[in-house]
Every structure is written in C-alpha cells, then in structure tokens.
C-alpha cells in the first residue's frame, strides 16, 4: 500500500542482500545457539529465529519446506525439528534474546547478543549461577530480584535443569576461589590502518593529507 510504513528495518542492503544476511546469521544462530551481531541485525534476525522455531512446533511438512529452504546448513533441520522442537514445546513464546553489549568494533556500532533461551550457554541463566554462587560464598541471603531470576531461568527447564544450574553454580565458585583474571576486550578493527603497509608491498596503504 502507498505511504505504508515500513515493518523492518532495511539493514541499508537490497532485498536480496538483506534475505541472504538473515539467513546467513539465523544459520549460525541455531547452529551456536549464540552469535554476537549489531543490534539491528540482532533484533531482524530475532523475529525469523522465533518464526524458525514456531515452525519446528508445528512439525508438518510444509514448515519443513519452509526451514529448510531458510538454513544455508540442511543438517540443522534435524536439530530444529528435534532436540530444539523439544525444548521449546511447553514454552508460548520468547524462544530468542537479544542482549545489548559494549561495542565490539572500533566504529562504535551498536553490538548485541542473540542466543536462544534455555540453551546451554544461556547468558542470564549463567549470570543469574554466578550471582547465586558469590551469594553463597560470602554468606549473604537470597534477594527477591534472585529469586525472580531464579525463577525466570528455571521455568522450563525441569528437574534436569536444577542439576545444570547447580553445577555452574560450582563452577563459578570455583573461578572465584581461583581468582582467575578477566582478559581485556580488543575490538575489532573496521577502518585500515594508514600505516600498515600492504601485503606484498612496501610504505603504508595511504597517506594522510
């Protein structure tokens, strides 16, 4: 319809680019489980993700079709329509999270994380065991906001996912007891250095002025 207002942001590619970028990132989303992305690209490829997994809920051939003609990697079906289809059978909705974090490249581009929840390297899951174990070893009582965590990382994830948090409860006390060091973040480089000279060449790529 003329004057419509765009549902989704256009990512400044053409159609085909943009299908294909989407694609691309969902295929490593449910191939990781968690990618770091711009927040844009994040929050676009979020609602295919979630329609992914709505498809493998339905299981019928033709949302097989469908999944299959999505994924770059044809192997994944058989973890959409398996152990992911499994996990996410009771749950209504909210398969995806994106997590803003600090910027990763040195253009300062809005950086973000998308995983699938209740996976195994479910960041608030992790984050919420690691305030659980610091709780723990300093002797402190469990607060109201950990205990709505608690209950948010649980919901779904069953007598099996207690034993789980448990254990990285017992991991996180175990770096902390260690006293391991966190390594600095270096970001990644988006514009050439003016200075590094060419490979195969000799003097910089460009000079200045």
């Known amino acids: 319809m003329v004057g419509a207002r765009d549902t989704h942001r256009h990512l400044s590619r053409s159609s085909a680019h943009r299908q294909a970028l989407l694609r691309n990132l969902v295929t ?9 992305t711009t927040w ?16 493998a809920k339905k299981n019928t051939i033709a949302s097989r079709s469908r999944a299959q003609s999505i994924f770059y990697k044809p192997d994944l079906l058989t973890k959409l329509f398996g152990p992911i289809r ?13 997590l803003r974090i600090e910027p990763e490249k040195e253009d300062q581009a809005e ?13 608030r899951f992790a984050m919420t065991a690691k305030v659980v174990a610091r709780q ?9 906001l950990t205990r709505q965590n608690l209950a948010k990382v649980m919901r779904y994830r ?10 990285m409860v017992g991991r996180f006390k175990k770096l902390t007891a260690g006293g391991k060091e966190v390594k600095e973040v270096v970001k990644k480089k988006v514009y050439p250095d003016p200075l590094e ?5 000799k003097g910089p790529k460009w000079r200045l002025g």
């Open 28 to 36: 490593s989303l449910f191939e990781h489980e968690t990618i770091t």
């Open 86 to 98: 499994e996990r996410y059978l009771e749950r209504p909705g909210g398969y995806t999270r994106v």
């Open 158 to 167: 069953g007598d099996e996912g207690k034993q789980d948090f448990e254990d």
């Open 197 to 201: 000279p060419r490979k195969g060449k």
């Open 40 to 55: 844009h690209k994040a929050k676009e490829a979020q609602a295919l993700a979630d329609k992914l997994v709505t498809m």
């Open 136 to 144: 723990r070893a300093e002797g402190l009582p469990e607060t109201p």
């Open 111 to 123: 950086s973000a994380i998308l995983e699938l929840v209740d996976s195994p390297k479910d960041i």
